[in-house]
């Protein structure tokens, strides 16, 4: 069998380098746990940037998958299959929404939602045609498409790749007043991600989403919220957006609705919104197949039935308290919400990537996210004790 060494070599070799990836290899995995071809065991604080909630091969989610792989795996949208009606309903009752659109990937659903706001400006608003604008955040993070990285403030995401899409106008994030000033008679839609992920887990100011969403109200402008990363309780409850008490019009998820398994992402909306889809509009040869639906429900039942908002409120306030006690001079913020936390590393520390590589050496695997920020969100099925297993090692390498 092949070594860790050379199996990261063929990557290299055959593969594309769009991305840098920590040096470990990863053969097996269970709950929190992952192995390598060696047998060097690890625990997974990255969860696949929170596609892994319910943790590596979750039984439950397993065994749905298996079972749907008896009956019917795939039938495109152009049949009715028994498994997508059950599956949207469940999606529609757990985010409060009335409908909901089935993708695969993230891009896709904010690819969806893109749409979904445009097409409601024209037809519902009234903006005239091809003027409809939407308003997103600096250091946003939606995904890869071309139409997506060409509103990307992040150089490394977006040189190279145009001719972009018009129609985007950026503001800062967490600035109200930035968003009142951005608003004219043309604009279908604000995007914002409830806690921006990739950007270093940055949280806003208590009651932001409130205030953007009754200013999105008082100008007849969708709030369209990315949960892609905070959805499906990894800050602490079933969507982030919960904390402000508001509603998005229009829910954009994926990762962790795929249990793990595979990519099943949903635009979930009102049925205002909803209701300009008509057939020929938009689709996905796989969005909404009966095993991704099987997927998805099980993935979904799984956070309900371990009341995993509440693990992660609990286990990621025990998790920030132990970092913050840890009262090291290379650390100058903590933060994040639930089991989305970030620590900040000072200028003097160095890149953070020299401490995701000690961490992988010592048996934690996390990755930076820019050059001072290392993210921890381990699968939300993390307990105390291997909590209390990753700060001996987390203090070994930091304080
Ligand atoms: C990961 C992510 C996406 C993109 O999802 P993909 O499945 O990688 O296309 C979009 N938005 C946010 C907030 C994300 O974290």
């Known amino acids: 069998m092949p070594t860790?060494?050379?199996y990261m070599e063929m990557e290299s070799t055959y593969g594309a380098h769009n991305y840098h990836p920590i040096p470990v290899v990863i053969s097996k995995a269970e709950?929190?746990?992952?192995?390598?071809?060696?047998?060097?065991k690890y625990m997974d604080m990255l969860s696949s940037y929170s596609a892994l909630n319910q943790g590596h091969r979750h039984p439950k989610v397993i065994q749905a998958t298996v079972d749907q792989?008896?009956?019917?795996?795939?039938?495109?949208?152009?049949?009715?299959?028994?498994?997508?009606?059950?599956?949207?309903?469940?999606?529609?009752?757990?985010?409060?929404?009335?409908?909901?659109?089935?993708?695969?990937?993230?891009?896709?659903?904010?690819?969806?939602?893109i749409k979904l706001a445009r097409k409601w400006g024209y037809e519902v608003k009234g903006i005239p045609d091809n003027q409809a604008e939407i308003i997103v955040c600096e250091d946003n993070f939606h995904g890869r498409t071309t139409t997506i990285v060409g509103f990307s403030s992040d150089a490394g995401s977006r040189d190279g790749f145009g001719p972009f899409t018009p129609g985007f106008k950026m503001i800062p994030y967490n600035d109200l007043a930035a968003l009142e000033a951005a608003i004219t008679p043309n604009t279908a839609a604000f995007l914002v991600e409830p806690i921006q992920g990739e950007a270093g887990v940055i949280v806003p100011d208590d009651g932001y989403l409130k205030e953007v969403s009754r200013i999105c109200g008082e100008n007849n402008v969708l709030l369209i919220t990315d949960e892609i990363q905070t959805g499906?309780?990894?800050?602490?409850?079933?969507?982030?957006?919960?904390?402000?008490?508001?509603?998005?019009?229009?829910?954009?998820?994926?990762?962790?609705?795929?249990?793990?398994?595979?990519?099943v992402s949903a635009a979930i909306g009102s049925k205002e919104v909803m209701d300009v889809m008509k057939p020929g509009n938009h689709g996905s040869t796989f969005g909404g197949n009966p095993l991704a639906c099987a997927v998805g429900t099980a993935a979904i039942e799984v956070l309900i039935d371990e009341k995993l908002d509440v693990a992660a409120t609990e286990m990621g306030a025990y998790f920030m308290d132990q970092l913050r006690e840890m009262n090291s001079p290379k650390l100058c913020d903590v933060r994040g919400k639930g089991l989305l936390i970030a620590i900040q590393l000072t200028p003097e520390a160095g890149p953070a990537r020299q401490y995701t590589e000690a961490l992988k050496s010592n048996g934690l695997l996390a990755k930076e996210t820019h050059d001072s920020t290392i993210r921890f969100a381990p699968p939300l099925v993390i307990t105390k004790e291997e909590i209390d297993q990753a700060m001996e090692i987390i203090r070994k390498v930091l304080a």
């Open 232 to 263: 499906f309780c990894r800050t602490g409850k079933m969507f982030c957006f919960e904390y402000d008490n508001i509603k998005p019009d229009i829910l954009l998820v994926g990762k962790a609705l795929g249990g793990g398994l595979m990519p």
């Open 4 to 6: 860790s060494e050379e």
């Open 31 to 40: 709950g929190i746990w992952v192995w390598d071809p060696e047998g060097r």
């Open 69 to 113: 792989m008896d009956c019917v795996t795939l039938t495109s949208r152009a049949f009715y299959n028994d498994r997508l009606g059950p599956f949207l309903k469940l999606l529609t009752e757990v985010s409060g929404m009335d409908m909901a659109l089935p993708m695969n990937t993230g891009a896709e659903a904010v690819e969806t939602g």
